[in-house]
């Protein structure tokens, strides 16, 4: 990301300095749950809060949240340390009381490091530190998936301070359980990786992690089971040089950045999955079958081009950082529109096939990430990043809110509604699928492969 000086847009701003209430509307279909003016974070006593303001360990300014994730009553939330004055960069909220009762909205509430504070300091040792987070994941073997890209630093002032290393914790002990450093040829001199989705298979060890090297622009898998990782290299993964511009509030171009939103879709008849996978400056998903991801050997062979399909390019203002499936819908951030969007897996990915299930142009702005739990409650952070990174944040505004809603309710009458009749069966055509057909020479999207495999009737995904 490059930064430029640009004119802040006039924002709504509160007449006081501590915001007691949001005056900027949710977007409807979602509830407020938490907003924040500025960060502020959990210490144990006022008079460390006042030592760390005063060292400049902690500046408040300095910290945009990004990622979240939601298990059981923890909110968790990261903040990356791209400037000095970020005490801790893996944090969660509480979702309920000490009675097990849902909280109502609350303003400003101070973030918890996790596990604890001591993880949370920079550099070594680096297999128990966390430098920068920017997306966990929690699985349903109970597990939080979190990786640390060792950076401190933003574009030209980046410090690798630690390898990047993924860190495993047990939710229900909140002690972590396994630490593994990625390989050197993981990575290239270019690489700068955020994301990543947890595969768990038919088993808690049967699992993979696919990373997405957004700069590097490379797919990087990594088997528990082997303890081992391995790394595509794909021409799908760079960004469409003409997708690079945006008007989020003030204009730039994000150029160079790749593959980022990836989500998998539900088990397929053939035990596979498929990954979907999305470069950030791109209007489009691409997509490759799990087993190609999970075979070393094919990653060895560089033999896989074919292996790895796409989607019609939807056009402009369909620019995504996150994806979600639940009950064969796909919930995407439509960062260019404050919106959320939607589209059902059976139809064709077309924009016709998409619409927008909500927006709001003061609360929505830069939904960074979305995550759905498994009783189907999305959540969806907002944090005005555009603003941060090329101009400046006004801190008697709220700036940073989380909202959570229903999410069969939220696409419900829509295109994407997953309760109306089923389409009728899409048919492979040169246009709609774009799978290379060595027999035929032709690129078109077999059946057996298609996540369109997903059955028309609302699934149950692992209850
Ligand atoms: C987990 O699943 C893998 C892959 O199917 C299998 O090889 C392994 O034996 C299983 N482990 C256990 C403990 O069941």
Same mark, same amino acid.
């Given at each position: ?149 060792? *950076? ?6 980046? =410090? ?26 993981? *990575? ?18 049967? *699992? ?87 075979? =070393? ?167």
């Amino acid at each position: 990301m490059r930064r430029f000086v640009i004119p802040i847009l006039a924002c709504l701003s509160v007449a006081s300095g501590q915001a007691v209430s949001d005056p900027a509307p949710p977007p409807p279909g979602l509830t407020e749950r938490f907003f924040w003016n500025q960060l502020d974070y959990a210490y144990p006593t006022p008079q460390m809060r006042a030592a760390a303001l005063n060292s400049q360990e902690f500046v408040p300014k300095n910290n945009l949240p990004v990622g979240i994730e939601v298990w059981n009553n923890k909110l968790f939330i990261s903040v990356p340390r791209w400037d000095k004055g970020v005490p801790s960069t893996l944090n969660f909220v509480p979702l309920e009381d000490e009675y097990g009762h849902p909280l109502p909205p609350i303003s400003n509430a101070p973030l918890i490091p996790y596990p604890d504070w001591e993880t949370n300091q920079m550099g070594a040792p680096c297999k128990n530190r966390l430098n920068t987070v920017y997306r966990m994941r929690a699985d349903e073997c109970g597990r939080l998936w979190v990786l640390d890209s060792g *950076t401190i630093g933003i574009g030209d002032t980046t =410090q690798q301070v630690c390898p990047y290393g993924l860190h495993v914790y047990d939710l229900n002990t909140n002690q972590q359980i396994h630490y593994y450093q990625l390989q050197a040829s993981d *990575t290239n001199k270019d690489s700068f990786i955020a994301n990543i989705v947890v595969d768990v298979g038919g088993n808690c060890s049967d *699992t993979h992690v696919y990373a997405s090297d957004e700069l590097g622009y490379g797919l990087i898998v990594y088997s528990l089971d082997k303890d081992f990782s391995w790394r595509f290299d794909h021409q799908y993964f760079h960004p469409d040089p003409v997708a690079g511009d945006y008007n989020i509030g003030l204009n730039y171009q994000w150029s160079e950045e790749g593959i980022f939103a990836m989500e998998l879709t539900p088990v397929q008849p053939d035990g596979s999955k498929t990954l979907l996978f999305h470069p950030l400056s791109s209007y489009r998903n691409f997509f490759v079958s799990t087993n190609i991801l999970k075979d =070393q050997s094919k990653a060895i062979s560089k033999n896989y081009f074919h292996d790895f399909s796409y989607f019609p390019d939807l056009g402009p203002n369909f620019h995504i950082t996150t994806q979600v499936i639940h009950n064969g819908v796909l919930y995407k951030n439509l960062i260019d529109q404050n919106a959320l969007g939607c589209w059902r897996l059976d139809k064709d990915y077309t924009p016709a096939n998409h619409a927008i299930i909500t927006k709001e142009d003061t609360s929505f702005i830069y939904p960074s990430d979305l995550r759905i739990t498994k009783t189907g409650t999305l959540w969806a952070i907002t944090d005005r990043m555009p603003i941060h990174l090329m101009a400046t944040l006004d801190f008697k505004d709220i700036n940073f809110r989380i909202f959570s809603g229903d999410a069969n309710q939220l696409v419900a009458g829509t295109i994407c509604d997953p309760y109306l009749q089923a389409p009728p069966k899409p048919q492979p055509s040169a246009y709609n699928y774009h799978r290379y057909d060595p027999e035929y020479k032709t690129n078109y999207y077999p059946e057996s492969v298609s996540p369109y495999r997903t059955p028309l009737k609302p699934v149950k995904e692992y209850d």
